[in-house]
């Protein structure tokens, strides 16, 4: 470890609108949905289509959804990024290292554009990138990566910095997600890990996010010692009319009690925070798709959020870096 340097750290994620609102929605799907590492389609043929047809309606749908989890401190992504932030500082300062943590958003705010600044203007000597993404996707860690290079780019004074690439397997991460699930798991039930989809052309492409999600899931089973029939992988969110990673959560959750799966626990360990896609999505959504289709009990088991294993596992990760 190198004495006496100032490090600044930026945890990474994906973005938040800044109200629940159709317009402040609006802004932060364009940002994100103009980004050619989430739809690479042609700009002169998807952007006359986005701004006409799908983010009025999608924006308008959506806020409806925003304002049914919104909180005093804003979105939870952005509260509990908040949180997380907080901890890790606290968790450095006991190490008596010399740290700067700062959240960033690839899309909305905070910026990391914002968060290189304020890195740069408080004279770090070194910056490392923790994108808040255990598997690698291009469209989540090749996005982050593409935001912080053009952050790079409007400054002279550039710091040595490292990027956290991944940590799909990782023994705290992999200890984390097993510790949570054992204390919430019951005996009867059937535990279902549900990753955010990517579409499979991309994989054909080269994206091998769907590997990570293998490599993570089997080390967790490994580690609970379930056998194959008390667990299943599935792919949730899926946008458009293309094919995406499969099998489809909610496709799963509406067959499964026709496979004789009637009690459920559903975890998102793709998901560092929780959001819109978990508390909305997979914690209501999903559960009266379940439940409607002959399911019996369904538990959303929650990201690990700020849970001190989780915190100590990022503090660790940088610690690596900085070995």
Known sequence: MIANQKIGIILANLGTPDAPTSSAISRYLWKFLTDPRVVDLSPYKWYP?????????????????YQAIWTEQGSPLLAISRQQKDALQAYLDKQNIDTQVEIAMTYGNPSIQSAVKNLLENQVERIIVL??????????TGAVFDAFANALKEERGLVPFDFIH????????????ADS???RLKPD?????????????????????????????IAVVNKLGLTENQWGMTFQSRFGREEWLQPYTDKFLESAATQNIQKIAVICPGFSVDCLETIEEIDKENRENFLTNGGLSYQYIPALNVEHIHIEMMGKLILEKLA
């Open 49 to 65: 289509l986005l701004k006409a047809i799908i983010l009025p309606l999608r924006s308008k749908r959506i806020a409806k959804n």
């Open 131 to 140: 994108p808040l993404y255990p598997q690698y996707s291009s469209s989540t």
């Open 166 to 177: 991944s940590y799909h397997v990782d023994g705290n991460y992999i200890n984390a997600l």
């Open 181 to 183: 699930i054992k204390v």
């Open 189 to 217: 039930e059937f535990l279902l890990f549900s990753y955010h989809g990517i579409p499979l052309r991309y994989e054909k492409m080269g994206d091998y996010y769907r590997e990570h999600c293998k490599q993570t899931t």
